[in-house]
């Protein structure tokens, strides 16, 4: 049986990394980084930013990425698009899934918002089919909300 991971641990990590510093660019590159060291079974772990009707590749941990992805487009572009976390089980049949890495067969997108809109999202996959569950909306939703509140986001 998975152990369920201690997303109270990862907040406090986020919390000691982020403490008194506001650099966006900064806090989400250490973020991508405890995400990716501490959650099992996962190949990549980062954000993208929201630049106008696109997302464009922000700090991350894994193998190179897809840099622009349109807003409705594969499983980040639906997540801004609708601006609802995507919780996907098989990315094989999520209709137009952008694959970055063809490793990755499941995958949560979390968005991140600054005073209300849409800022980035945070995205991390897995080579492990149905990977995440609603243990995982939760937490990563709680680490996107610190984000949301530590960053200045004036990028």
């Given at each position: 049986?998975?152990?369920?991971?201690?997303?109270?641990?990862?907040?406090?990590?986020?919390?000691?990394?982020?403490?008194?510093?506001?650099?966006?660019?900064?806090?989400?590159?250490?973020?991508?980084?405890?995400?990716?060291?501490?959650?099992?079974?996962?190949?990549?772990?980062?954000?993208?930013l929201?630049?106008?009707?696109?997302?464009?590749?922000?700090?991350?941990?894994?193998?190179?990425?897809?840099?622009?992805?349109?807003?409705?487009?594969?499983?980040?572009?639906?997540?801004?698009?609708?601006?609802?976390?995507?919780?996907?089980?098989?990315?094989?049949?999520?209709?137009?899934?952008?694959?970055?890495?063809?490793?990755?067969?499941?995958?949560?997108?979390?968005?991140?918002?600054?005073?209300?809109?849409?800022?980035?999202?945070?995205?991390?996959?897995?080579?492990?089919?149905?990977?995440?569950?609603?243990?995982?909306?939760?937490?990563?939703?709680a680490?996107?909300?610190?984000?949301?509140?530590?960053?200045?986001?004036?990028?």
């Amino acid at each position: 049986m998975k152990k369920p991971t201690d997303y109270s641990f990862i907040l406090a990590q986020l919390e000691a990394i982020t403490d008194s510093e506001k650099d966006t660019i900064a806090n989400l590159a250490n973020a991508s980084a405890v995400l990716y060291l501490n959650l099992p079974d996962i190949n990549w772990a980062g954000f993208y930013l929201v630049r106008g009707n696109q997302l464009v590749l922000g700090p991350f941990q894994g193998k190179p990425a897809c840099v622009r992805i349109d807003f409705g487009r594969g499983v980040c572009g639906t997540a801004a698009a609708t601006d609802t976390t995507q919780l996907v089980a098989d990315v094989h049949a999520f209709p137009g899934h952008i694959a970055c890495d063809g490793a990755s067969n499941s995958e949560i997108v979390v968005p991140v918002h600054h005073h209300g809109k849409l800022a980035a999202v945070l995205d991390i996959d897995s080579p492990v089919l149905n990977r995440f569950h609603e243990e995982d909306r939760t937490g990563l939703e709680a680490c996107a909300a610190l984000l949301e509140n530590v960053c200045d986001w004036n990028l």
